[in-house]
């Protein structure tokens, strides 16, 4: 006689946890991949109506008369309305002069598409969100936050000595992953605030301030304490990142840059070096954010220090609407 199932077993439930598991998969796949071809499809449209309208003499007619047209044929599937034929020919305007960017482009839901469209006007900055959205699966809330704080014009540019200090093949990617300035919106900094009550309030929102300084941070420890010649010295934080292999030292200052900050901070890079870093690490990086900086006076404070080394300030941009703010997760 066939035996039944037992229902309530671990054996069943690990069977069909594993078909549901494989049912979400599938799914996932199928979505993104429609994505795709729709993206695609509608880059191909974008072609055909510019092309079309160079050749004739039909303006944006051409369009009033092409959403009438599909509608007609295509009475079920939405996407062929008048706007969206527009962004279609606007997506294909911004990028058609470049390779692969239609195969880049589609890895984005639709409306990440438009938000682009809309909000970055140049290419350099079209790809750059583009390329960031897929890294860290931004939704399109984020994106909007990612774009309305300057994010393209803020990453890569940090002062640093990372070009005496770090070997050509590691340069790139570890300028890239720093920050001209960080934006602490989402903290409630004021001007007579100690550097330690505002490494509590990072603390406090920990997960904004990784968001913030990007892919591939994670969090060590606050006042990381280090042994160095019998005496006792602290981090203000360490974090790790796994993208660069290396541990970062983040010294925090409510005040203007000053020379004598490097040299502390270069003290906690060579100890953190020495003490803490393993065989496969890559050399430590430090990285002090301070209230503001003198160009030419961090130029000056970094030419002969031999770690590297990057100087950064932190920024509030009051004028973020508590609706933006929100946008973080």
Same mark, same amino acid.
């Given at each position: 006689?066939?035996? @039944? ?19 979400? +998969? ?6 993104? =991949? *429609?994505?795709?071809?729709i993206?695609?499809? !509608?880059?191909?449209?974008? +072609? ?9 003499? #039909? ?18 599937? @939405?996407?062929?309305? +008048? ?7 606007? *997506? ?17 839901? #639709?409306?990440?598409? +438009?938000?682009l ?20 699966? #931004? /939704? ?7 774009? /309305? ?7 890569g ?6 070009? /005496? ?10 300028? %890239?992953?720093? @920050?001209? /300035?960080?934006? *602490?919106?989402? $903290? ?11 490494e &509590?309030?990072?603390i =406090? ?7 913030e ?12 304490? *280090? ?25 925090? &200052?409510?005040?203007?840059? @000053?020379?004598? !900050? ?19 690490? =890559?050399?430590?990086v ?15 404070? $970094? %030419?002969?220090?031999?770690?590297p ?21």
């Open positions: 006689m066939e035996e @039944k199932p037992n229902l309530s077993t671990k054996e069943y439930k690990d069977f069909i946890y594993k078909i549901k598991e494989s049912i979400n +998969r599938t799914k996932y796949s199928l979505v993104r =991949k *429609l994505n795709t071809e993206t695609l499809l !509608y880059y191909e449209i974008g +072609r055909l109506i510019v092309e079309k309208q160079k050749l004739s003499s #039909w303006g944006d007619g051409l369009i009033v008369q092409m959403e009438k047209d599909l509608n007609l044929t295509f009475p079920d599937i @939405k996407g062929f309305s +008048r706007i969206n034929l527009f962004y279609m020919k606007r *997506l294909y305007l911004l990028t058609h002069e470049y390779k692969n960017v239609p195969q880049l482009v589609a890895q984005l839901p #639709w409306g990440h598409v +438009r938000l469209i809309d909000k970055v006007k140049d290419f350099t900055g079209f790809e750059f969100y583009t390329k960031k959205t897929i890294e860290n699966s #931004w /939704s399109r809330a984020v994106l909007d936050h990612q774009i /309305s704080l300057g994010l393209y014009k803020r990453q540019k940090i002062l640093n000595n990372f070009n /005496s200090t770090v070997k050509a093949q590691d340069l790139d990617l570890l300028k %890239e992953s720093f @920050k001209e /300035s960080y934006v *602490l919106d989402f $903290l409630d900094i004021s001007t007579d605030m100690k550097e330690r009550d505002l &509590k309030l990072l =406090k929102n920990i997960t904004k301030f990784i968001l300084l990007g892919r591939g941070f994670a969090f060590v420890g606050k006042q990381f304490k *280090l042994d160095v010649g019998n005496q006792e010295f602290f981090i203000d934080l360490l974090f790790y990142n796994y993208i660069l292999n290396r541990f970062i030292i983040i010294e925090l &200052k409510n005040t203007d840059f @000053k020379p004598e !900050y490097v040299g502390q901070l270069s003290f906690y890079v060579s100890a953190v070096n020495r003490n803490i870093k393993g065989k496969k690490d =890559k050399d430590s430090g990285l002090l954010i301070c209230k503001g900086k003198n160009k030419t006076i961090v130029e000056c404070s $970094l %030419e002969n220090i031999k770690g080394i990057g100087v950064a300030e932190y920024k509030i941009i009051s004028e973020l609407s508590k609706d933006l703010k929100n946008f973080l997760p």
